[in-house]
């Protein structure tokens, strides 16, 4: 049992339809290297803009995988952002992001096995 997405949103969003949940799985593993580099290369030019709309934009794609943590975590990052308030707390949260969203994409690569 997966301990960081729950696939029942995307269940029913896909009404139980195997071939796009995987193929929704897919593109959020594809999607992960990149958007951690986006991510990386964000914090660390300072472009609290871009950081901001990489946490608002991803925040989508956890919902649909059922990572409610990882969703908050990006919406704090999001609103810190976009209100230039405890800039100091930017590497954490990206650190805690990152790490989320690649045991998910190893936790998702596992499920779309048995699926």
Do not use: C
């Amino acid at each position: 049992m997966s301990k960081t997405v729950n696939l029942d949103y995307l269940k029913e969003m896909s009404g139980g339809d195997r071939e796009l949940m995987l193929e929704m799985i897919n593109i959020f593993i594809t999607e992960v290297p990149e958007y951690i580099s986006r991510l990386s290369n964000a914090l660390n030019a300072g472009n609290w803009n871009e950081l901001e709309k990489l946490a608002h934009k991803s925040k989508a794609s956890a919902l649909i995988m059922g990572m409610h943590k990882l969703a908050d975590d990006l919406r704090d990052l999001e609103t810190d952002t976009r209100e230039g308030k405890n800039i100091d707390l930017y590497p954490t949260y990206v650190e805690k992001i990152e790490q989320q969203f690649i045991i998910a994409a190893k936790e998702l690569r596992q499920i779309s096995k048995t699926l």
